[in-house]
């Protein structure tokens, strides 16, 4: 057995799905796995968008654009098709794709509500089903196949905005998360969640430009997330590593889901 870094964290030569790829936190993952030797596949609902970042990504590594609106079972179903036409094993599905929605609490509407329960918890519920299949080809204890959620603090914590399907979304991953991991860890699959706080992102762009010398300094750690904290990450836990790692919710937040700095 070696414990030697280059074989502990070494991700090259799997391939890997990121859905929500092309902006943010998806794009972190998905440069950083590229960029490390991932065949890595991108997924976001405009085109124009998913497609141009696998252009960019791929002048360092191999980044294919297949565009889906997985909010609906007509984009999911193409999309795991034409990702079954190319592949006969996947190592990585990273469920990222996300929405949010605010609005005060007696105006928060329906379709707000199923919109981001649909993208954030159906859609990663059903993407990992249909997948599956792909996941568990050649999987095994020795060398297990990884699903990695992306959850957020909100799901750890009540956010003290109006975002109450968000926050509810996000405890569903992190639970969603552990039943999948006891489901599938037997039959080598480590299934895991990173629960971020505040990142660069459309999502967060309205709270950074309004707030966001407030959110760095209430932040233990002085600042707000990067793309090398999230891309590490993602890379640590599908490797070697962790491979005895399974139905666990790790924020990176530099530790704000625990309180705010004090001076």
């Given at each position: 057995m070696s414990f030697q870094v280059s074989e502990l964290f070494s991700v090259a030569g799997k391939t890997a799905i990121v859905t929500g790829g092309s902006r943010g936190i998806g794009k972190m993952i998905a440069q950083g796995y590229v960029e490390n030797g991932v065949k890595t596949y991108i997924s976001?609902?405009?085109?124009?968008?998913?497609?141009?970042?696998?252009?960019?990504?791929?002048?360092?590594?191999?980044?294919?654009?297949?565009?889906?609106?997985?909010?609906?079972?007509?984009?999911?179903?193409?999309?795991?098709?034409?990702?079954?036409?190319?592949?006969?094993?996947?190592?990585?599905?990273?469920?990222?794709?996300?929405?949010?929605?605010?609005?005060?609490?007696?105006?928060?509407?329906?379709?707000?509500?199923?919109?981001?329960?649909?993208?954030?918890?159906?859609?990663?519920?059903?993407?990992?089903?249909?997948?599956?299949?792909?996941?568990?080809?050649?999987?095994?204890?020795?060398?297990?196949?990884?699903?990695?959620?992306?959850?957020?603090?909100?799901?750890?914590?009540?956010?003290?905005?109006?975002?109450?399907?968000?926050?509810?979304?996000?405890?569903?991953?992190?639970?969603?998360?552990?039943?999948?991991?006891?489901?599938?860890?037997?039959?080598?699959?480590?299934?895991?969640?990173?629960?971020?706080?505040?990142?660069?992102?459309?999502?967060?762009?309205?709270?950074?430009?309004?707030?966001?010398?407030?959110?760095?300094?209430?932040?233990?750690?002085?600042?707000?997330?990067?793309?090398?904290?999230?891309?590490?990450?993602?890379?640590?836990?599908?490797?070697?590593?962790?491979?005895?790692?399974?139905?666990?919710?790790?924020?990176?937040?530099?530790?704000?889901?625990?309180?705010?700095?004090?001076?």
């Amino acid at each position: 057995m070696s414990f030697q870094v280059s074989e502990l964290f070494s991700v090259a030569g799997k391939t890997a799905i990121v859905t929500g790829g092309s902006r943010g936190i998806g794009k972190m993952i998905a440069q950083g796995y590229v960029e490390n030797g991932v065949k890595t596949y991108i997924s976001a609902r405009k085109a124009e968008a998913c497609v141009a970042t696998a252009e960019e990504l791929s002048e360092k590594g191999e980044c294919i654009a297949f565009p889906a609106d997985l909010s609906t079972k007509e984009g999911r179903d193409n999309f795991v098709g034409k990702i079954k036409e190319r592949e006969e094993k996947i190592d990585i599905l990273v469920n990222n794709a996300g929405a949010a929605w605010g609005a005060p609490f007696e105006e928060y509407p329906d379709d707000g509500y199923d919109k981001v329960m649909n993208i954030n918890v159906k859609a990663i519920f059903t993407l990992a089903r249909d997948l599956m299949p792909l996941l568990l080809k050649d999987a095994s204890q020795e060398n297990p196949s990884r699903v990695i959620n992306i959850g957020s603090i909100d799901g750890l914590r009540v956010s003290s905005t109006d975002n109450f399907a968000y926050g509810a979304s996000k405890a569903a991953v992190h639970f969603l998360t552990k039943n999948l991991a006891v489901r599938f860890g037997p039959k080598g699959l480590t299934v895991n969640a990173i629960a971020p706080g505040p990142f660069e992102s459309q999502m967060m762009d309205f709270m950074l430009q309004k707030f966001g010398e407030k959110i760095a300094k209430e932040n233990p750690m002085g600042r707000i997330g990067n793309p090398y904290d999230m891309a590490g990450l993602a890379i640590y836990l599908a490797s070697n590593a962790t491979k005895y790692l399974t139905g666990q919710v790790i924020a990176l937040d530099g530790g704000r889901n625990l309180g705010a700095a004090r001076d």
